[in-house]
Structures are given as C-alpha cells and as structure tokens.
C-alpha cells in the first residue's frame, strides 16, 4: 500500500519538453515491454526500442498487448497513452498527464465558468482560424457558419491541389473501408488530430471536458483544440496520403501527418496556443519543479502549506 499513486523519481526539468518529443508512435499487433528507461514492442520481426520520454503520445492499436513495467516508464516519462481501434481511427481510453501543477486547469475553470469569458476564450479560437476577421462582434451562430464554410473551402482546395476527387465528407462509423480514399484519410487524420491535441491537454493538466467551442463530450477541449489545426495541418495530410492511391491510405494519412506536425513543430505551437488562449503566464507554478507543490485554500484567496496541521491557527 505505501507505494500507491507514488511518482516516479524524474522531475518535469529533467525530461524531454512537451515541444520537442515525437508527435506520436502508432503500434499494432505486438507486446510492448519496458527495458530500462525505454519500451520496447516485440513482434514477429523482432524487438523495436524506443525511448519513452521522447514520445509524445503512444497510439496503442489491435492486437497490442502492454505489461505493468511499460505502463509505470511511460507514466513516469510523462508520454500519453492512448487505446485506438482499427486503423487507428478510433480512441477508446487515455492514460496519464506530465504535470505536476494544476495552474493551467484552474485557468481553464475560471475562463469556462463565466459565460462571458468562455464566448471571449470561443472567439480567441476562431480569431487563430481567421487571423484576418475580427470574431468580436460575432455571435456563436455566425462563427459555426463561418467555420463550416472555411472547412469546405479547404477540402476544394486541396482536392484541385492534388488532383485528388472530392465530392462530400462522409464517414461510415460502423465500416471505416467502406468511405472512399478521401474521406478515409481525412478521418484517419482527425483521428490522429485528436490524439496528438489529447496528449498536448492532458500533458499541460488541462481538462479534456472543459470546452469553449465544444461542449457535452469528455473531450471537448481536445476537439477545441485539434480543429485549430484542421485547415493546414490535418486535411493537407488526409490529400497527399490519399493523392498516392487508395491502398493502405490510413497508414500513410497517419506518416503525411507525422511528418507535417514535425515539421511545423506543431506540438510547441499546441502548447503556446494553449497557454494564450487561456490567458496563462506561469505565475502559479512552483519555482522548484523537482518538488509537488501541494497548498491548502484558506481566507482571503490565501494559500498555505500542505502536509501539515495548522490546529487553530488563523492565516491571513
């Protein structure tokens, strides 16, 4: 029992930023272990090892099966985990967050629990979307039609980019291989889209659930966040995967996307946005990051100690 919810010994300093890790490692149909610091996936072919702090998010998909020791290196690390379903076009669960402050999800409440702050943080989202409109004087209504319209524009465009036919978006839940090329690769995008923004909102300590465009999902935020990245990040990918022709075009959506969101160094920029929108500078954080910084509420929005009995002792 004494080891129960015990963190591991790294500390936030002395691992691999949220920025600068891999966006995301896709495994299927093999046994992922731990050897040291790194995991290792084991298959007919071989063992494969990779260093678990470089990782961003870990799409486990079909046929993977992973040990306790995995899991604890990953937790530890500060990588996500997430269960995928076939063609790792669907999330079924997410495992542990990096951090270790609650600032940025305290930010995040205060902002979603005021009406009026949440339209404010809503429009500051579609202001990254339309850098050259003002979303001031917009109201929900007008923003949603504003974004469907921008959604549609850029799957033309980058249909006569590529050559690549496109006549509507459609997604079939119940047969993934039953859409076109297009339309799979774009769901294979998102699906990764959404992965990608889960790991960067549970890695900061946000609440996947506390959304400002979304609402009524665990994962609006996630979904908040990856849709500001759909025009140039995610939809691009799905076309050039699909521009190669229909065989195997999840797989190569899921290596377009990678090597986009490398590229553009979207994970920092994930991180940035985040803490932007949310109008998040830090203060709250403890100075020394090797150590959980754990207060009590008391009056007058006072902080003190936590781990100790204050009695009858009066805070101000």
């Not at 486990?60 to 076939?86: D, F, I, K, N």
């Not at 004087?137 to 799957?155: A, H, I, N, P």
């Not at 290596?255 to 709250?284: E, F, P, Q």
């Amino acid at each position: 029992m004494a080891t129960v919810s015990r963190r591991g010994a790294s500390s936030p300093r002395e691992l691999t930023r949220v920025g600068d890790r891999l966006s995301f490692v896709y495994l299927e149909r093999c046994t992922v272990h731990r050897d040291n610091n790194a995991i290792t996936a084991e298959d007919a072919d071989g063992v494969t090892h990779i260093p678990s702090a470089t990782i961003g998010t870990l799409l486990l998909g079909p046929g993977t099966r992973v040990t306790h020791q995995a899991m604890s290196v990953l937790g530890e690390s500060g990588a996500g985990v997430v269960w995928v379903g076939e063609h790792g076009v669907r999330f079924y669960a997410g495992g542990r967050a990096l951090t270790r402050s609650s600032g940025l999800v305290e930010a995040q409440a205060t902002a979603w629990a005021n009406r009026r702050s949440r339209l404010d943080v809503a429009r500051a989202m579609y202001r990254l979307r339309f850098p050259d409109e003002d979303p001031s004087e917009r109201t929900r209504q007008q923003l949603l039609s504003m974004e469907g319209d921008r959604v549609k524009r850029c799957y033309r465009r980058e249909s006569a980019r590529t050559g690549v036919p496109w006549h509507r978006r459609e997604f079939n839940r119940d047969d993934f291989s039953a859409d076109d090329a297009p339309n799979q690769a774009v769901t294979a995008a998102a699906q990764c889209m959404y992965g990608i923004a889960h790991a960067v909102v549970a890695a900061l300590g946000c609440s996947p659930g506390l959304g400002f465009v979304h609402s009524g999902h665990e994962r609006s935020f996630v979904l908040d966040i990856a849709d500001l990245y759909k025009t140039d990040v995610a939809i691009p990918a799905a076309f050039d995967a699909a521009a190669e022709g229909e065989e195997d075009v999840a797989s190569r959506t899921r290596r377009a996307l990678r090597d986009r969101v490398n590229s553009g160094g979207l994970l920092d920029r994930c991180v940035r946005d985040i803490k932007d929108l949310l109008g998040y500078d830090g203060t709250r954080d403890t100075a020394d990051e090797s150590r959980d910084r754990v207060t009590l509420q008391s009056d007058h929005d006072t902080h003190v100690d936590g781990g100790r009995n204050h009695g009858d002792e009066v805070v101000w």
